[in-house]
């Protein structure tokens, strides 16, 4: 890699050059290209490989593989984000168009804000096919794979599905030792995929290439499909609750979300796409998706077996390694956010028994804060509550003997909360669920039941 070279203002075009599964190795190869330079090839592998699929499955696994290609490949296109994208080893319908263009537009939303570009409206997926006749059922068995990512979310649907009977595999994607920990701890039968980046985009960012957030739970959700294809399971299940759908507003710009593939738009339109295109037996969804982050983490606080072991902290996670020295470092918008979101649920020794200290009562983190209360700040660019959530859990606070006089307590008393309404600080109704969601009809009374109890 000595002679590589990287011209982004020379480069004009993006190419998904091919795409294949090898049933032997279990190894799924997603190779693309710009239009100079040399090709980028991503490797994603199965374990429990050699897979055996009759006719229907891999006729579905193949459609499944295009989509992750198509979605993977917005790790690479954004290293020059060039005007034109090309499709060499298959064509596309109108509907794959679409989807694709919304993902890229929404899911880099925060990478273009941050790089001062514009994509709405620039990114042309080329249409070359006709809308495929409806896809079949292929016979999938009742099981669902859950994604399971080390923090709350995930831990409170393992546990919500296993009150409901049913049957479940935990599932992540990468080496995350945190992450292994935590879906050791379930006590369920657990899948871990593999993921390597094609080495050259590292040696571009090094030569100028642009870089920021991607959507990565939309890939992580292709890989998954995938996975359930070849799992035989017909469920795969994903924690983001409906707070995803709410980006940060910004001045002069509007809202950028910056977990856009975490919102209902997304789900909504993957899972129709999937039974649209892949198999109509197939069933995409967020187990959390009609409840708030506060629902969710007073959920949460109900369940002790994962105190030692849970992290969300999104310094803890590297795309080059990970730092597990500490599971919380108390100083990012998600260890803020979560300590903040299980406080009012929570008696307050256990949770500083988790986050091994206060952070409430620490004066210098009022700016981390303060952002995500969107006072004199927007939310901050991270997986974190509405700011309306975060201000009724203040209140909330505000309110209790065991936190009032802690100094971030004691300053949102003083100084934001004469600035707001009374309605801005109410905890109650920002606990009911939301009717927007996918979850199938058997498993969404019990849910409701259990969130409820």
């Given at each position: 890699?000595?002679?590589?070279?990287f011209d982004?203002?020379?480069?004009?075009?993006?190419?998904?050059?091919r795409?294949?599964f090898?049933?032997a190795?279990?190894v799924a190869?997603?190779?693309?290209?710009?239009?100079?330079g040399?090709?980028?090839?991503?490797?994603?592998?199965?374990?429990?490989a050699?897979?055996q699929?009759d006719?229907?499955?891999?006729?579905?696994?193949?459609?499944?593989?295009?989509?992750?290609?198509?979605?993977?490949?917005?790790?690479?296109?954004?290293?020059?984000?060039?005007?034109?994208?090309?499709i060499?080893?298959?064509?596309?319908?109108a509907d794959?168009?679409?989807?694709?263009?919304?993902?890229y537009?929404?899911?880099?939303?925060?990478?273009?804000?941050?790089?001062?570009?514009?994509?709405?409206g620039?990114?042309?997926?080329?249409?070359?096919?006709?809308?495929?006749?409806?896809?079949?059922?292929?016979?999938?068995?009742?099981?669902a794979?859950?994604?399971?990512?080390?923090?709350?979310?995930?831990?409170?649907?393992?546990e919500?599905?296993?009150?409901?009977g049913?049957?479940?595999?935990?599932?992540?994607?990468?080496?995350?030792?945190?992450?292994?920990?935590?879906?050791?701890?379930?006590?369920?039968?657990?899948?871990?995929?593999?993921?390597?980046?094609a080495?050259?985009?590292?040696?571009?960012?090094?030569l100028?290439?642009?870089?920021?957030?991607?959507?990565?739970?939309?890939?992580?959700?292709a890989?998954?499909?995938l996975?359930?294809?070849l799992?035989?399971?017909?469920?795969v299940?994903?924690?983001?609750e409906?707070?995803?759908?709410?980006?940060?507003?910004?001045?002069?710009?509007?809202?950028?979300n910056?977990?856009?593939?975490?919102?209902?738009?997304?789900?909504?339109?993957?899972?129709?796409?999937?039974?649209s295109?892949?198999?109509?037996?197939v069933?995409?969804?967020?187990?959390?998706?009609?409840?708030?982050?506060?629902?969710v983490?007073r959920?949460?606080?109900?369940?002790?077996?994962?105190?030692?072991?849970?992290?969300?902290c999104?310094r803890?996670?590297?795309?080059?390694?990970e730092?597990?020295a500490?599971?919380?470092c108390?100083?990012?918008?998600?260890?803020?956010?979560?300590?903040?979101?299980?406080?009012?649920f929570?008696p307050?020794?256990?949770?500083?028994?988790?986050?091994?200290?206060?952070?409430?009562?620490?004066?210098?983190?009022?700016?981390?804060?303060?952002?995500?209360?969107?006072?004199?700040?927007?939310k901050?660019?991270?997986?974190v509550?509405?700011?309306?959530?975060?201000?009724?859990?203040?209140a909330?606070l505000?309110?209790?003997?065991?936190?009032?006089e802690?100094?971030?307590?004691?300053?949102?008393?003083?100084?934001?909360?004469?600035?707001?309404?009374?309605?801005?600080?109410?905890?109650?109704?920002?606990?009911?669920?939301?009717d927007?969601?996918?979850i199938?009809?058997?498993?969404w009374?019990p849910?409701?039941?259990?969130?409820?109890a």
């Amino acid at each position: 890699m000595a002679d590589f070279q990287f011209d982004r203002q020379a480069i004009q075009a993006f190419r998904f050059l091919r795409c294949h599964f090898d049933e032997a190795s279990g190894v799924a190869s997603l190779v693309y290209a710009f239009d100079q330079g040399p090709e980028l090839t991503e490797t994603i592998r199965f374990p429990a490989a050699p897979y055996q699929l009759d006719v229907a499955r891999r006729d579905a696994v193949e459609q499944a593989l295009r989509l992750l290609h198509l979605i993977a490949g917005v790790s690479y296109f954004k290293a020059a984000a060039p005007s034109r994208i090309e499709i060499d080893g298959y064509s596309i319908d109108a509907d794959t168009a679409a989807l694709m263009t919304e993902l890229y537009e929404n899911g880099l939303g925060e990478f273009a804000y941050r790089n001062g570009m514009v994509l709405r409206g620039k990114i042309r997926f080329p249409v070359a096919a006709d809308r495929p006749a409806p896809a079949p059922a292929i016979g999938l068995r009742k099981h669902a794979l859950v994604a399971i990512g080390g923090g709350k979310d995930s831990l409170v649907s393992i546990e919500a599905l296993r009150k409901a009977g049913v049957a479940q595999t935990v599932v992540w994607v990468g080496s995350s030792p945190l992450i292994k920990a935590c879906a050791e701890r379930t006590g369920l039968p657990m899948l871990n995929i593999g993921r390597s980046l094609a080495p050259e985009l590292f040696e571009m960012n090094k030569l100028g290439a642009l870089n920021g957030h991607i959507p990565v739970t939309a890939i992580n959700s292709a890989i998954l499909v995938l996975a359930a294809l070849l799992h035989d399971a017909d469920q795969v299940v994903f924690s983001n609750e409906r707070s995803a759908s709410y980006g940060s507003l910004i001045p002069g710009t509007g809202e950028v979300n910056h977990q856009w593939s975490k919102g209902w738009a997304f789900e909504r339109d993957f899972a129709a796409h999937l039974r649209s295109h892949v198999a109509s037996d197939v069933n995409y969804f967020s187990l959390i998706r009609p409840f708030s982050e506060l629902a969710v983490a007073r959920q949460f606080a109900r369940i002790d077996h994962y105190d030692a072991h849970f992290s969300s902290c999104n310094r803890n996670f590297h795309l080059l390694g990970e730092r597990p020295a500490q599971r919380w470092c108390g100083a990012c918008p998600k260890c803020h956010f979560v300590f903040l979101a299980l406080a009012p649920f929570m008696p307050k020794p256990r949770l500083m028994g988790i986050f091994g200290r206060n952070l409430l009562d620490e004066p210098d983190q009022a700016p981390g804060f303060d952002a995500l209360l969107e006072f004199q700040d927007h939310k901050p660019f991270e997986c974190v509550g509405e700011g309306r959530e975060s201000r009724a859990a203040m209140a909330a606070l505000a309110a209790n003997p065991s936190w009032r006089e802690d100094a971030l307590v004691a300053r949102f008393v003083r100084e934001i909360r004469p600035q707001l309404e009374t309605v801005d600080l109410m905890l109650e109704p920002l606990l009911e669920p939301s009717d927007d969601h996918g979850i199938p009809t058997p498993l969404w009374i019990p849910l409701l039941e259990n969130f409820r109890a």
